[in-house]
């Protein structure tokens, strides 16, 4: 059962991640590789709070989204001023600055060590200590960024994203700020993934650099990806196949040597099968 929760939440966390890269990538069709960066500045800055000053959950989370926001706004100010393949480069870029800062910023961020020691959750006079109660916690905060993921997309803003991600130069001709929008989505999106930053770090009570690198932005938009640019449900079901597939491969009785490869295998093919799928309907919608 423990370990039956254990994947529940992380199942969760990788949601929460994949849905809010969505409304950039997915909605905005802003392709970013610097969502790690976001969910590691998250768990970074619950971790120094919690272990350094010993501040509460309801200090720690604001401040996580605040500086996520912050550093989003000033990627973005950049960033955005640059279009299709240069705007991932320079997502990419931006990423391994910020895995290098957690990486030598030995009086923050303790380098390669880590942060040990991570407070369970705490607040007022209530702990949330046991997988039970954070795979709850957990369940609850999935559900509010899905529920805002949901409304800003069915909104006017919503609307403004899709038309520019479709045909940036026809949203402009429609007198539509184009570039405010991508910096208030991007915003938006850093924001939210420090949330699951700041979860991960309370609950598995010790981080380092290697959580949040480079691979992490590309699983957690692998996960974007197959299941669906703008489909948060879909989201939810790709996250809980590609955290239970390698659990699967064990059970299965495979070596942990070839269990890893053909993880890798079926994961990339799957990953490679959404592409030509994404292609083609493209193409159908061109052609109409």
């Not at 929460?16 to 909605?27: K, N």
């Not at 993880?263 to 193409?283: D, T």
Request: net charge neutral; with cysteine.
């Amino acid at each position: 059962m423990e370990y039956l929760l254990h994947l529940l939440i992380i199942i969760g966390i990788y949601t929460m991640l994949a849905q809010s890269l969505g409304l950039t990538a997915g909605f905005g069709g802003m392709i970013s590789l610097t969502h790690a960066g976001f969910y590691g500045i998250g768990a970074y800055t619950a971790a120094i709070l919690a272990v350094n000053y010993h501040a509460s959950f309801f200090l720690v989370l604001p401040t996580a989204m605040l500086i996520s926001g912050l550093l989003a706004l000033i990627v973005s100010a950049i960033a955005i001023r640059t279009i299709d393949d240069y705007f991932i480069i320079c997502t990419l870029g931006i990423q391994i600055i910020v895995f290098s800062l957690m990486n030598n910023w030995m009086s923050l961020t303790r380098g390669s060590l880590g942060i040990a020691g991570i407070p369970a959750i705490q607040s007022l006079d209530i702990t949330v200590d046991g997988k039970i109660p954070f795979l709850m916690l957990t369940i609850f905060f999935t559900a509010i960024i899905f529920g805002v993921i949901h409304t800003l997309t069915q909104s006017s803003f919503g609307r403004i994203l899709r038309i520019l991600s479709e045909d940036e130069i026809f949203a402009q001709s429609l007198g539509k700020n184009v570039y405010a929008a991508k910096i208030i989505a991007f915003a938006i999106s850093a924001m939210l993934a420090a949330i699951p930053g700041v979860l991960y770090a309370h609950y598995i009570s010790y981080i380092d650099p290697t959580s949040f690198t480079v691979d992490e932005s590309i699983f957690i938009l692998s996960i974007v990806i197959i299941g669906g640019m703008r489909n948060l449900w879909g989201n939810v079901i790709i996250a809980a196949f590609l955290v239970l597939l390698p659990e699967a491969l064990r059970f299965v009785g495979l070596p942990n040597s070839i269990a890893a490869n053909m993880r890798q295998i079926i994961y990339g093919s799957i990953l490679v099968i959404a592409m030509f799928q994404h292609n083609k309907v493209v193409k159908d919608k061109v052609q109409e």
